[in-house]
C-alpha cells in the first residue's frame, strides 16, 4: 500500500508558477509510474503528466506542453509538477497517482491503483 499526499497548491496570478510535490510513504515508490491528473467541477479527471520509474521521456497531454515540467526523487520518494506560465484554465483541484499502467493505459485514471488527497490550483486573470 502506498499512501500519497500533496502539497504545494494555491492561487496565483495569470502567468505565474506553482510547484506541486506529491510526497510518497516508504516502500515501492521507485517502481511505480507517477503522474498527475486535474479534475474540475462536474468533469472527470484529466491527464496532465506521466513520468516512469526512470524518468526517461515524461509525457504530457497537450493542453500543458512547454509549460509543466513532470519529474521524480526516488531517493525522497517525491514526484513534483512545476507548472509555468499558467492560465485560468489551469484551475483545478490537481492529484497525484501511482501505479503500474499498460502503456496504452498511461493516461487513464482507471489504470493507477493509487491516489493523493488533491490540490486546489487556482489561476486568476
Known amino acids: 500500500q502506498v499512501q500519497l499526499v500533496e502539497s504545494g497548491g494555491g492561487q496565483v496570478q495569470d502567468g505565474g508558477s506553482l510547484r506541486l510535490s506529491c510526497a510518497a510513504s516508504a516502500g515501492t515508490f521507485g517502481s511505480y509510474v507517477m503522474a498527475w491528473f486535474r479534475q474540475v467541477p462536474g468533469k472527470g479527471r484529466a491527464f496532465v503528466a506521466g513520468?516512469?520509474?526512470?524518468?526517461?521521456?515524461?509525457t504530457y497531454a497537450d493542453p500543458v506542453k512547454g509549460r509543466f515540467t513532470i519529474s521524480r526523487d526516488n531517493a525522497k520518494n517525491v514526484v513534483y509538477l512545476q507548472m509555468n506560465s499558467l492560465k485560468p484554465e489551469d484551475t483545478a483541484v490537481y492529484s497525484c497517482?501511482?501505479?503500474?499502467?499498460?502503456?496504452?493505459?498511461?493516461?487513464?485514471?482507471?489504470?493507477?491503483?493509487?491516489w493523493g488527497q488533491g490540490t486546489q490550483v487556482t489561476v486568476s486573470s
Open positions: 497517482a501511482g501505479g503500474l499502467p499498460t502503456a496504452v493505459r498511461f493516461a487513464s485514471a482507471d489504470a493507477y491503483d493509487y
Open positions: 513520468i516512469t520509474w526512470s524518468g526517461f521521456r515524461p
